[in-house]
């Protein structure tokens, strides 16, 4: 719908280097938002409750529009002629840039949680940073999309809240996610080295500093949800780099099935 | 046949912006909800842009052909349609005139200043609303997500109606 895609407004001329690290960045932010937002779709129809099913849906409908602007502005700053459509709809597993958590299959409502909690965690705390970063462009989407995060961690805290102190089942449930999706945590905070680069020159976040903001949000929602914060777990990554884990590609099967199939095919 | 307007004025343009309507929300025009940031009009040219109001909400790309549609019926053309994220869409740029009809219509207009914003309120006193039916203000929440985007899922205590609330999104 972007009949004129907002023009790049970056505050100084851009160096070499962040030109050629900004747009890895943004593809991975896009495609970290694409591929949960697609997770989550993947829930329609099948929640747990009617209202939850909405939530997930609703949360998988702001992540979508996150990606969209996203995949925009990285294509303009690829500036080969590529749209939006052909960064999500033609790139193989290996040329996606997201962190190894979000590709993880949904598992029970418990694991659907834990792995949303711990992305709303980190994507709440670096959309507050990039609002008031020095790309303008990466700003505007911030802007707009940490309102949305702001349900999303809120919801995720809560749910993670109940489950843990609810009954044995649901504390049984969310352990086992807990302990199955930990280790893709430190992925999240741990910089490419696209991000290493932007880190450098201004554009990206401190992650240390995001850290210990998350740090400091998981210990207030475990310890509500009498929960033991997870110590010295391994942490796996990978995905940044396109390493990704065998469920990106069955994911990928589907998402892009009908522009794989029927290139071109509009609605 | 559309006679060609030869030179539409700004106003002439707000006129028909106001002409359409939300596709979720019909009884809300686009400038009730306040998306619509700007209409410049160079000659032949017009520009109008608008500002999403939730990133996916998929009737931004529905709004944008309506708002060509209606113009072109007046013989504009060369329309140029901007979307804009910063500064974000907030519910305080909903109209009084369009808090009133969604009222009327049965949705629960937004309460101002009770943004879940940033405040990270885990459980916190859910927002008084009042029924949008029996006017009780003996409501609550039944989730923060609802219908659309924009809205979240409110029951009645005294009528026991469900209804839809607009949400504050500041």
Redesign the interface.
């Known amino acids: 719908m972007t009949d004129s895609p907002m023009p790049a407004q970056a505050t100084t001329a851009p160096t070499p280097e962040v030109q050629a690290n900004l747009f890895p960045f943004v593809l991975q932010l896009a495609d970290t938002s694409l591929i949960l937002a697609h997770r989550l779709s993947e829930w329609c129809g099948h929640g747990p409750i009617l209202e939850q099913d909405l939530a997930m849906a609703n949360i998988a409908l702001d992540l979508l529009g996150e990606a969209r602007s996203y995949y925009q502005y990285a294509a303009e700053l690829e500036g080969k002629g590529r749209t939006e459509d052909d960064l999500a709809y033609l790139r193989s597993a290996v040329e996606y840039r997201n962190p190894l958590l979000v590709e993880q299959p949904n598992g029970d409502f418990a694991g659907t949680i834990v792995r949303q909690f711990i992305y709303d965690c980190f994507h709440y705390h670096l959309l507050l940073q990039l609002k008031s970063g020095p790309d303008a462009h990466l700003a505007a989407i911030a802007e707009k999309s940490v309102k949305e995060a702001a349900y999303h961690i809120k919801w995720s805290s809560e749910w993670v809240i109940r489950l843990g102190d609810g009954t044995e089942e649901s504390r049984r449930r969310v352990e086992k996610a807990i302990n199955t999706l930990w280790r893709y945590a430190g992925e999240l905070t741990t910089p490419s080295a696209a991000e290493k680069a932007l880190q450098a020159a201004g554009l990206v976040p401190d992650y240390a500093a995001i850290q210990a903001q998350v740090d400091a949000h998981v210990a207030r929602v475990f310890e509500e949800a009498t929960l033991p914060v997870p110590q010295g777990v391994f942490m796996q990554k990978g995905g940044k780099d396109g390493r990704h884990s065998e469920h990106l590609g069955y994911l990928l099967a589907e998402l892009q099935y009908l522009q794989r199939t029927y290139p071109g095919l509009q609605w | 046949m559309v006679e060609h307007v030869a030179a539409p004025t700004e106003e002439h343009i707000w006129q028909m912006l106001e002409e359409v309507s939300d596709p979720e929300v019909p009884v809300l025009n686009i400038l009730d909800l306040g998306i619509v940031r700007a209409v410049r009009v160079e000659g032949e040219e017009v520009y109008v842009t608008i500002t ?1 109001t ?5 009737a ?2 529905t709004i ?1 052909t309506e708002i060509r549609l209606r113009l072109l019926s007046e013989g504009i053309t060369k329309l ?10 907030t519910t305080d740029w909903m109209s009084q005139a369009g808090r009133q009809k969604l009222e009327a219509y049965g949705i629960a207009p937004p309460v101002d200043g009770t ?4 405040m ?4 916190g006193a859910d927002t008084a609303v009042r029924c949008p039916l029996c006017k009780s203000e003996h409501t609550h929440l ?6 659309t ?1 924009c809205k979240a ?1 409110y029951q009645c205590d005294e009528c026991l109606e469900p209804f839809d609330y607009f949400k504050c ?2």
């Open positions: 999403p939730y990133s996916g909400c998929p931004m790309n944008a140029h349609i901007h979307n804009q994220l910063s500064p974000a869409w943004a879940t914003g940033h990270l309120n885990l459980f039944v989730s923060q997500f609802g219908s985007a899922h999104h500041a």
